[in-house]
């Protein structure tokens, strides 16, 4: 699927990202948003030629070098000097994914025509999208606060044809990739440099794709929990509509609702119990994944917000004749969502290990370890004790970096949001719960089979496709092949988008 899709001032949604970014869509600024684009230039070289005094970033130094004003003649070579010198990113590389986004988010902020960037500067970041020409990015180096500096360098820097980049996957040089498009490096005009890095783009990425991934890992969450009841041979009164309407939370009332709808037509849970009640781990995912849900929904607002505003600075009025320094590039909103966001998911990780570990035990007619020969099998001992490791790194993840803030910039950036360190936790928090949730249903359909009776059509189907990928476990063998192919089943599946993010 390649249909354009145009990138103005209209909302851009979570959906309509997804749809862009899971379709390979290609994408071009509207007509509107190239008029804005171009307006804002030509008001913004007119002032320059009758403006002499300081406008702070576009004839003056940056950051505590402010009051330091910088000639006409020297205004390109200040752009220039600004993406090259604030370069300077550590670590591992972001993945591609996020750069991705980043790039459309980049382009969103500009396409409102309060940036004065130039139309060829945005539409080369555009052609960069649509060729799949991924500048090399590293994780470490923004403090969140005057923009992702460092991050958002290194996603300029192509633009001059410098630094590397990914082209169709290959990583090479960027002058080699701009020879294979056929493409000249830009003059960076006055403001372009500083338009370019000031923004939250590196943190709002990460945050989109934690976005989309936490919906479905919450939806899968809901499913496989669903099929860990069937297996422990669990009850459905906990999941009466009439029980949580009495305590009405958005997520909690989904939440109930999907596992009922899960388990219409089984036999196994209309069956008469012997127990009373079942642990917390089953009888509570309602309330459990449902506060992630309401978590993951506030998250939603503030960075479907985020990435429809103007996040650069100075900002151009052009129609009001004015140019405003401020502080929009201010992570603060970010930071403390995201590191919201990854205590939330950390705690659908946590439960999940949870309701394995309740599987395992020998309990209520199940094999201990789910094994048929326990003792000279150990069956699946051991992937618990894989879960249990993993849920405690993401406790660890999730001590927010937003309390924290170091001074920088001589005192004139004295206090910073640290979003981008909530955001990369983030993404590890999540990618560990994708393991957890692979692990649960690994020892979930194993335990279904030593059940007696039929469960749903919608779960037998779900854990018959899973079968195809991973077979059930006889007798020991090689288990980390086992997790390997589990948690990329989970990666692999297609879930309707209108489901998950609407």
Not at 74 to 100: F, I, R, T, Y
Not at 182 to 206: R, V
Not at 448 to 467: P, Q
């Amino acid at each position: 699927m390649s249909s354009t899709i145009f990138i103005g001032t209209q909302t851009l949604s979570l959906l309509k990202v997804a749809d862009i970014i899971q379709n390979n869509r290609t994408i071009a600024l509207s007509p509107e948003a190239e008029n804005a684009v171009v307006k804002c230039r030509e008001y913004l070289d007119q002032k320059m030629l009758a403006h002499q005094d300081p406008i702070y970033g576009i004839n003056t130094g940056f950051g505590s070098l402010y009051n330091i004003k910088i000639d006409s003649s020297q205004l390109e070579q200040l752009q220039e000097n600004l993406v090259m010198s604030h370069a300077c990113g550590a670590g591992e590389e972001a993945p591609l994914d996020v750069v991705k986004i980043m790039l459309l988010l980049k382009i969103k902020n500009m396409a409102f025509g309060h940036s004065g960037v130039q139309l060829e500067t945005v539409n080369r970041l555009i052609t960069f999208f649509n060729e799949d020409c991924f500048p090399v990015v590293y994780q470490l180096g923004s403090l969140g606060a005057s923009g992702d500096l460092a991050p958002l360098a290194h996603l300029s820097l192509p633009l001059l044809g410098m630094g590397e980049v990914y082209l169709k996957g290959k990583r090479m040089p960027t002058e080699k990739a701009l020879e294979k498009l056929n493409l000249a490096p830009i003059k960076l005009k006055s403001k372009e440099g500083l338009a370019l890095l000031n923004g939250t783009q590196f943190m709002s990425a990460y945050g989109i794709w934690s976005l989309l991934k936490s919906y479905k890992l919450n939806y899968l969450a809901d499913l496989i929990g669903t099929i860990s009841l069937e297996a422990f041979d669990g009850r459905k009164e906990a999941f009466d509509v009439k029980y949580h309407n009495v305590r009405a939370h958005n997520g909690q009332v989904q939440t109930a609702e999907n596992i009922r709808e899960f388990l219409t037509g089984s036999e196994l849970i209309e069956r008469p119990k012997k127990h009373v009640q079942d642990p917390y781990s089953f009888r509570c995912m309602p309330q459990v994944h449902g506060a992630s849900k309401d978590t993951i929904a506030y998250a939603k607002s503030v960075l479907e917000t985020e990435i429809n505003s103007v996040t650069d600075n100075p900002i151009i009025f052009p129609d009001e004749d004015e140019i405003i320094s401020g502080g929009n590039f201010h992570g603060q909103p970010l930071a403390l969502t995201l590191d919201f966001m990854a205590i939330a998911m950390a705690e659908i990780g946590n439960i999940s290990e949870r309701r394995v570990y309740q599987l395992i035990h020998g309990l209520r007619g199940l094999p201990p370890f789910l094994v048929a020969e326990p003792g000279l099998n150990s069956g699946l001992m051991i992937p618990q004790y894989t879960a249990a490791s993993i849920v405690s790194q993401n406790k660890q993840l999730c001590t927010p970096a937003s309390v924290d803030s170091i001074e920088s910039s001589n005192g004139q950036e004295d206090h910073v949001s640290m979003g981008a360190n909530s955001a990369t936790k983030l993404h590890k928090v999540i990618t560990n719960v994708q393991q957890i949730l692979g692990i649960e249903l690994l020892n979930a359909s194993q335990a279904l089979h030593f059940r007696d009776g039929n469960t749903s059509e919608f779960l037998a189907e779900f854990v018959d496709i899973y079968r195809d990928t991973v077979p059930f476990v006889e007798v020991d063998r090689y288990l980390h092949e086992d997790i390997i192919l589990s948690n990329n089943f989970i990666e692999n599946l297609d879930i309707d988008p209108e489901i998950l993010y609407s």
